[in-house]
């Protein structure tokens, strides 16, 4: 089974740039698809970005399409976002998931394995 626990959250100003980790616990890291998910308050869950196994293939929301990269090092169990010119309507708790054998899709509800979050804020 996989943990995870992200990190890297923080209160930044507009066009400033962060990077998330998550890191994962367990053996079968590189079985899982990885995705990015946030919920920013009174607002409902939404994809962000995820990335399949092998980091060959990536996907992003139209919103943080150009400024949001998400990346991946199996060995060392990891997944990253990086988030560049932060625009207040990102503030948000960021959510790692891991979906067992997935593609990457933007199904929240496909990730099994699901992390504590980060609290992201953008302030104008």
């Known amino acids: 089974q996989v943990t995870l626990v992200e990190s890297g959250g923080g209160l930044v100003q507009a066009g400033d740039s962060l990077r998330l980790s998550c890191v994962a616990s367990?053996?079968?890291?590189?079985?899982?698809?990885m995705a990015w998910f946030r919920q920013a308050p009174g607002k409902e869950r939404e994809f962000v970005s995820a990335?399949?196994?092998?980091?060959?293939?990536?996907y992003y929301a139209d919103s943080v399409k150009g400024r949001f990269t998400i990346s991946r090092v199996n060995a060392q169990n990891t997944v990253y976002l990086q988030m560049n010119s932060l625009k207040p309507e990102d503030t948000a708790v960021y959510y790692c998931?891991?979906?067992?054998?997935?593609?990457?899709?933007?199904?929240?509800?496909?990730?099994?394995?699901r992390g504590q979050g980060t609290q992201v804020t953008v302030s104008s």
């Open positions: 990335i399949d196994w092998s980091g060959g293939n990536t």
């Open positions: 367990g053996r079968t890291f590189s079985r899982y698809a």
């Open positions: 998931a891991a979906d067992y054998q997935g593609g990457g899709g933007s199904n929240w509800m496909w990730y099994e394995i």
